[in-house]
Structures are given as C-alpha cells and as structure tokens.
Nanobody
Framework: QVHLVESGGGLVQSGGSLRLSCVAS????????IGWFRQAPGKEREGVSCISYRDGSTNYADSVKGRFTISRDNAKNTVYLQMNSLKPEDTAVYYCNAHLGSPFSPYDYWGQGTQVTVSS
C-alpha cells in the first residue's frame, strides 16, 4: 500500500518556525520529484516548493522564497519543509506530493495534509 504521511503542522505565532515532514511508505522516493502544496480556506491549492530527484535542485513560490527550505533524505524516505518567519498568510493545509516521470504519469501520490495555523 502506497502512502505519504505529513506531520509537523500546528499552531505557531507570527515569526515562528515549523518543520513539516513527509514520510513515504510502500515505495521509495529516490526517483520521485517531491512538491509541497498548500490550500487555505476558500482558496485553490497552490505550489509552495519542489525538489527534483535528479540533482536535488529546488524551486520556491515567490511568497515563501527566503523563508522556507525543502530538503529530502532518501535514506529515511522522507522530505522536509522547514518554514521560518511564518506569517498569518501561511495558514493553510500543507500537502506533499510525489511524482514519477512525465506529467501524465500515473505514479502521482498525495498525503492527507497537515494543518499549519499562524496567529498574528
């Protein structure tokens, strides 16, 4: 059974930090591109950050650049999202996604999400 499980969310004050984890089971993340997405109430899901499997290159949404850091530990089959200097507008459910191959590949998995709430 393939699973992605996020953890590490919670309630934090503005300016605080959280580290989200995404652990894969039933498959190895080695060859998957990993992305973190978020969805705030009443808004569409948006991409936050991603990391490639090939060279570990990363990308960030402009809104989180310089504050969030994505990393992966293939030995632990885990991807992290370190979130610093959190703002109330970062409040959302955060999801991790693992994708293998072409954009239409069926090897596309999502976690159940973890809630991040940033109070002002």
């Amino acid at each position: 059974q393939v699973h992605l499980v996020e953890s590490g969310g919670g309630l934090v004050q503005s300016g605080g930090s959280l580290r989200l984890s995404c652990v894969a089971s039933g498959f190895t993340l080695d060859y998957y591109a990993i992305g973190w997405f978020r969805q705030a109430p009443g808004k569409e899901r948006e991409g936050v950050s991603c990391i490639s499997y090939r060279d570990g290159s990363t990308n960030y949404a402009d809104s989180v650049k310089g504050r969030f850091t994505i990393s992966r530990d293939n030995a632990k089959n885990t991807v992290y999202l370190q979130m610093n200097s959190l703002k109330p507008e970062d409040t959302a459910v955060y999801y991790c996604n693992a994708h293998l191959g072409s954009p239409f590949s069926p090897y596309d998995y999502w976690g159940q999400g973890t809630q991040v709430t940033v109070s002002s």
